[in-house]
T-cell receptor, first 112, second 112 residues
Framework: SQQGEEDPQALSIQEGENATMNCSYK?????LQWYRQNSGRGLVHLIL?????REKHSGRLRVTLDTSKKSSSLLITASRAADTASYFC????????????FGKGITLSVRP | ETGVTQSPTHLIKTRGQQVTLRCSSQ?????VSWYQQALGQGPQFIFQ???????GRGNFPPRFSGLQFPNYSSELNVNALELDDSALYLC???????????FGPGTRLTVL
């Protein structure tokens, strides 16, 4: 079963624009993570935000977490063609022994 | 590169056959998780191994089984293959108590 649901399902933007992706989840979490996947290959970890954090930055990435609304957003600033990929949010539930629960993902296309 | 390797890259089997997929974890990691990713979906947790013992299992039937070896590498075995087993199989390694998982490139299994 999918814990997280990302929206939109697909996003197409121009290079240089910002991309905002949202994720909602259902149950209490330990942390929430965002991953990137290129062309159906392995997942690359982007950023992790813990349940007691509200915002985190890493380079061009900014992630927010609202535990009262059970939602998170990932902002990629100044997007590049190389950012074209699928993005997944994944939640680590309390007491889940590192088991990640993923959403269905968002397909981001960045046009040169 | 995450340092996690998987073999083979691609595999074609017929319904009813058995398959073994292999994963070498990143150096220093003692925990391996396996995920199944159907086309257009997010990864689904199959099971996790820690110090050669199964340490959590998702909603998969017993014909999905695994092993972890003393060097922390791991195998995923699937018996009596069904058409719906066609998917990308991902393994991820981490250290116990750490939340970030490092994924391999995956094995693409096609069941005909």
């Amino acid at each position: 079963s999918q814990q997280g649901e990302e929206d939109p399902q697909a996003l197409s933007i121009q290079e240089g624009e910002n991309a905002t992706m949202n994720c909602s989840y259902k149950t209490s979490i330990n942390n929430l993570q965002w991953y990137r996947q290129n062309s159906g290959r392995g997942l690359v970890h982007l950023i992790l935000i813990r349940s007691n954090e509200r915002e985190k930055h890493s380079g061009r990435l900014r992630v927010t977490l609202d535990t009262s609304k059970k939602s998170s957003s990932l902002l990629i600033t100044a997007s590049r063609a190389a950012d074209t990929a699928s993005y997944f949010c994944a939640t680590l539930l309390l007491g889940a022994n590192s088991k990640l629960t993923f959403g269905k993902g968002i397909t981001l296309s960045v046009r040169p | 590169e995450t340092g996690v390797t998987q073999s083979p890259t691609h595999l074609i089997k017929t319904r009813g056959q058995q398959v073994t997929l292999r994963c070498s974890s990143q150096s220093g990691h003692n925990t391996v998780s396996w995920y199944q990713q159907a086309l257009g979906q997010g990864p689904q947790f199959i099971f996790q191994y820690y110090r050669e013992e199964e340490n959590g299992r998702g909603n998969f039937p017993p014909r999905f089984s695994g092993l972890q070896f003393p060097n922390y590498s791991s195998e995923l075995n699937v018996n009596a293959l069904e058409l719906d087993d066609s998917a990308l199989y991902l393994c991820a390694s981490t250290s116990a108590g750490k939340d970030t998982q490092y994924f391999g490139p995956g094995t693409r299994l096609t069941v005909l």
